[in-house]
């Protein structure tokens, strides 16, 4: 059995984001933006740094308010599915708790979520974590702290997955594994999954579909489906369509510079 097929059974929501917009004092981060996201699929979001990429994710997790427009997770606003335990988020920083364990860091993902905890072997194995469950943080490796952290944020069997670069800290073979290995955990369950990253490569091997955003104050300048086989592995990479997709992907980042 596929590892990932242990977490079947779980299906995400739409994601309706309706003109919303945010400055922070006299700094304009997001411009009245507008799109909708299909239940279940993977989309990541690119752009220049600074653009207000993490922003609009903060804002669909209901950590910013919008100044302007709404934002709907399904039929409820964001702070309605964080309740009931249905969004997770992972950032770059792993933030784990230094006095616990690998498990029970894991493991507090559903203790706030208020779910069991049951897959948390399943997913310590999944993560490569084996042997180092009862470690703590301060004898793990970066890369190591950050598959716990990505681990915690799915053993809740969140509706709603966030990430806001989460494997930009861990080393380039780690990466390169992560980016096989989980996101057939979450297609598995039909999360909904919105992926910051600043790798065109990691979205396009990642994602359904590529927002890209312009500079500040963050617009719309391209919506790309990505027209790749569901089952993707390192060896897609090398092929003429990733290829042909990637440059889309780049040439719109370069018409927006």
């Known amino acids: 059995m596929n590892k990932a097929a242990a977490f079947q059974g779980i299906t995400g929501v739409d994601i309706r ?15 009245p933006l507008s799109f909708r996201l299909a239940a279940g699929h993977t989309t990541a979001l690119v752009g220049p740094s600074g653009c207000g990429k993490s922003t609009i994710l903060r804002m669909i997790a209901g950590l910013d308010t919008p100044d302007n427009g709404t934002i709907l997770l399904g039929s409820d606003p964001p702070e309605v599915v964080a ?10 920083d792993p933030s784990l708790l230094p006095w616990r364990s690998t498990r029970a860091n894991i493991a507090l993902g559903a203790e706030l979520a208020r779910k069991s905890a049951k897959d948390v072997d399943a997913l ?11 470690h703590h943080p301060a004898e793990l490796s970066g890369g190591m702290r950050q598959r716990a952290a990505i681990a915690r944020s799915l053993i809740s069997t969140p509706e709603v997955l966030l990430l806001d670069e989460p494997f930009g800290a861990v080393d380039a073979m780690t990466r390169r594994r ?28 990642l994602s359904d579909r590529v927002l890209v955003l312009s500079r500040r104050p963050a617009s719309l300048l391209a919506d790309i489906s990505i027209e790749l086989p569901d ?3 390192a060896r897609l990479q090398e092929t003429a369509e990733f290829s042909a997709m990637s440059r889309t992907v780049f040439a719109a980042l370069e018409e927006g510079a």
């Open 17 to 31: 984001c309706a003109e919303i917009a945010k400055r922070f004092g006299a700094t304009e981060a997001v411009a």
């Open 83 to 92: 309740k009931r335990g249905g969004l997770a988020m992972a950032f770059q």
């Open 124 to 134: 310590i194995d999944l993560v490569g974590l084996n042997g180092f469950a009862d």
């Open 178 to 205: 992560l980016n096989v290995d989980l996101p057939p955990l979450w297609r598995s369950r039909g999360t909904t999954v919105v992926l910051v990253t600043h790798s065109v490569q990691e979205a396009v091997l």
């Open 231 to 233: 089952a993707r592995d």
